[in-house]
């Protein structure tokens, strides 16, 4: 297959785990007799600097006609004097709008070689398996109106959802369970919220187009606990935008290595951007030490949702826990025994494994 990939290196480490997702790729395309050809704009601090915008309006098109989109990360405290709406942040907000990209899937699972890391005990997070379906583009951060009141005396946000963001959400919840062990929770606060009685109510409709799916609904606050108390009760989470954010941020330490955590953000038609869960980390950036393995797992991501490559995705899992279990590491997790390694090295370990 030929596919083109947009390449949004960033800020910070951004660029130097980006090498390393290509080099993965390219692996993957000599592997799987593909070819995946690469263009390079500019998003972030990066995009300030040299366009005077976080988000250059040839950035936008370049994606829209893309196949697919890797991101690395953005900001650092060179911009961090910018007002909101004109930060390195602001531009990977302004691309998910643009590209309508609603659902933000995060997988979190525990790599048994680095279990000892996590804050939880083993026994608890062993085989643990999550994927968190957080709605992206509407909810509490996007409603109208919000702000202050003239004299600063009142403040307000609106949660506000139409029928059909809930339901196009809801039903991606319901096809990754399908696609998994057939676990959904859906998390709500429908005993304050209307919101949430409407995200129920939706939530029940679909459940009869999936007979092979098991729906539980949870509070946030128990969920939140529950994370904690028992991960491994959860196959797929499904939310919306605000309780996804705080709990996949929560589920992200249970496997403790926020440099091993890829993401996706999708919209209907396939079109995805990819990127790892940790940001721009500009205490090491330029050192050659970061993680390359969230980046490089956020591009197995991008097979799979993106170009449908199933087996390609699996490869590429597959050569990164391989790569763990053979005792290799970076600086960042925690090493009891083995071997540490710069990013090139971690990449070139994982090219091999492939
Ligand atoms: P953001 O606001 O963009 O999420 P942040 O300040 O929350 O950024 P990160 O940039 O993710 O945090 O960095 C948090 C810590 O984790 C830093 O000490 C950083 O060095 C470390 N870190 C993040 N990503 C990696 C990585 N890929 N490899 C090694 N260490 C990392
Ligand atoms: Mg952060």
Redesign the pocket.
Known sequence: MKKQVILLPGD??GPE?MAGAKAVLDAVAMEFNHEFTYHEHAIGGDAIDRFDTPLPEDTIKACQTADAVLLG???GPKWSGRPASGSP?SGLLGIRKALGLFANLRPVQSFTPLMHASPLKTELVAGCDIMIVRELTSGLYFGRPSGRSADGSEVVDTLHYTREEIERIVVRGFEAARKRKGRLTSVDKANVLESSRMWREIVEEKARDYPDVTVEHQLVDAAAMKLITNPRHFDVIVTENMFGDILSDEASVLTGS??MLPSASLRADGLGLYE?????????AGEG???????ILSAAMMLKYSFGMEEEAEAVEKAVIDCLEAGNH????DVKNGNVFG?DMMVRKVVENL
């Open positions: 910070g480490v785990i990360a953005v900001g942040e926020i440099g790892p869960v940790h940001g721009s980390a500009p205490d090491i030490i970061a993680n390359p393995l969230g980046m970076t600086h960042d997790l990013t």
